[in-house]
């Protein structure tokens, strides 16, 4: 497979700069293509990288043109071209359809013709299995799950039964959609398990990553809506939603009940705590805990700084007599106005 | 199934307030439910929903009986009877016994005749399962490991050889229980590994979530006592002891020979740091690191606010200079002392 | 099996203090080893224990020789001297070669004939299994994978095409190496995703925990040199690098593109930004968020401290009133400066 920049610039837009029948065969870094490899400049941090790149062609943004003599196209935001460029060239594996032999089906399951089911992949009774599915290796589907058409499953995948997924999910290994959200009341001094009725239910074109986690909820649905992308070993809660096209990095963490809006975005390691609602276009920082609603769009900050360990000592033995410090101030200010009446 | 309010009192105790004739099908939530079905207030944070709801009865505080004309019970823990309402209408699913074509057991293995053992789950040599447990499908139970009655293992459950399980415990999927600590020791430029020789012993009644890790001890066991509750995502180092009737909320990790007390409970992404105990009664909260043990019970905290980006900035400078800004108070101090001594 | 203390000091060292025949048949803890068993002394804050034991011999450090009257083995490093008697008491077991009935071995798959593969596990074409790996049950090696000789994968652990991992790898269950990194392009309100064509790279000895992930590269690879070791529950993004005999213990978190240098440690739930370096030799305490790159080895800590949570409440209220304390100190040196001017 090879196209010319001008080809792929009559696909997907942008302005060629430089020779256009220049070949294209595949993408690459602007550190280490070569030959036949594109590559992209979108994070200002590998702006120095420009000068030596041997890229057979760059995708670029208008204000970096000139800082290559390479081919370029040049165009809006080439972060999101390139990631066409490159679905051009590394298209989807498609499933070869069918139910291979040391699957377990259940006899009541409904698996489309033009499904794959993997050897040692389990299909319960009642779950709807659309065109295109591909059930990887050990992945399980529970009782009356249904899957929406293009749905890819790899191997490892655990969908708890009643959970309703849309079209062209893709759930790496080690998810779980759909495990008991974690409602348990005290009472004196055991537990009572509260049971969690409720289900999962996500829309289109999500993508969750591997060891993630989505609780089903404990009276009504915990909701992911269309378009969200959830990184690895994140942990949402029951009865969360998480707004259409937002996305969540990884080890992130959502307490039950919480709502977070739409385009929002979550950073690595980050936690909304139970019961709060972010609005839509709110961005949450890595390792940020969020401890009351957000109700206004911007970006949210609680990344507690490194130092070297000496100096994080010192620093930080004052945090716990922070008070005294601020009383020692205000006895200060006092002090001096005493002593420096206004109308002194 | 359906029950009257009378007939739920006089199961669970409780006191009806308007019309003991009404009859419940299902629980639902205040801002949800409609007939038949019966709804709680515990959080006040719900306590402005109760105006509106349609709920055919409430479970409800003595104090919060007089905010609506519903039918209710009215009892000490909302939450609890709540929990038990739940339970009596949707009661846990029971295997129907018999190991299933395309499990793998060993011929050694011992499996109660009145056990279900699900395609694609693996049993080992003299593992020992008890009458009522459930094995998942992709699950595995190591060679001689001890399942006691009533065990739940949903699919994709792991436990490695020579761990101990007591009753009716509930695993999901993707946990891992007695996987190697992490033993090493530094030689030189390598690592040596330390064999990791301990078990994981289990108490009755216990919950583990989805993909929680609890590894094996070093030399002795690491220890979950009976009602400990512990949610997704958690891990739990070797040779730890989770005292009985404590929950852990996701996200939370135990280090090496860490020691919980009982009734403790530990917030999200939590961290407990190695060797350390914390007494009978302690509640660590979300997102805090717990870097010396507790002696006394009580609630704990070490949450870093998050705030706008750039308040955020501008404070979390500062914090890398607070020993400068206290000598700069003292100096402050010392000046304003000269000039006005004690006997001045 | 048996040895007596002379025989071990003869295999790894050390110097004999005390009856030199006393036999050794297992390692124990100080507090709990009895008649046959050694123990050690390498954390001080077990020191204590040292005058109670009954231990029938104590590997342990000069400085400590005279504090016990039971034989001893005085060497420098006991923690690691401990590490290789335990090996040699508990020698890892060995795989039965063979692929077991119900393993699903693709017909162009390479399996050695010392290699021995588990019924449930699935194994795709082109896959290479080295010599005395085992593979577990439920475990799947994605088409293209190469495994060393001597690995071992425990049950549920997946790898992605195309992955290459050395001899001797331990990979435990719920690991998933080579899964897609999160490469995702905002184009407008929705995301574009980046197809991650790199694969993973995983070196010698390398021991990778439960559920730990590591992700394929979105270009080029994702690399994890020889002898690294990472505890459960760690994320490592795309086209991270971790430098040969680096640790990383439970819940850590490299973001995408990170590298970590040779000999590093990083703590419990530390988390490193994306696109950052860290130098050789540096140690990253625990929950610490690196921020920006490290250029020179040490020790770095950035853990907010806890506190009962009354006084953290009031401590941390100031926090976000950090850049107005230091305002206010600045007017009273003024003021002051004022009154007392240098020369007064």
Redesign the interface.
Known sequence: MAFTLAEIAARFGGRVVGEPQVLIRQ???LE?AGEGQIAFL??P?YRAQLAATRAAAVIIAADAETLTARPCIVCD?P??Y???V??LF?P?AVAVPGVQP?A?VAAGAHIDALARV???A?VEPGAVIGAGCWI???S?V?QGVALGEGCRL???V?V?AGCRIGARA?L???A?IG??G??????G???????Q?GGVRIGD?V?I???T?V?RGA??DTVIED?V?L???I?I?HNCRVG??S?I???A?L?GSVSVG??CTIG??A?V?G?LSICDDAH????????RSIRKP????????????R??????A??????E??D??RR??Q??SQ??PPHG
């Open positions: 993408v690459g870094t280490r979108a994070n941090r935001n972060y999101a390139f990631a066409r490159s679905q590394n989807d040391g377990h993997e050897a040692g389990t990887g290796a050990g399980f529970g790899h191997p490892s655990v708890y893709i790496h290994s080690g779980v495990a008991d974690f409602g348990i009341a005290r009472d001094e055991r537990w009572v398990k509260v049971p009725i074109d993508e990553g591997a060891n986690t609780d009276i009504e378009g992308k990184d690895n070993q942990q809660g259409a096209h996305a990095a990884g080890c963490g307490a739409r385009r690595a390691g936690i705590l019961h949450v920082s890595a390792d940020t805990v969020i401890s911007g970006t949210y900050t609680g990344l507690f700084p490194f130092d070297d360990h100096s994080w000592a010192r620093n930080t004052l945090l716990r007599h922070l008070a410090l601020a020692r101030v200060l200010e002090q001096l002593k420096d």
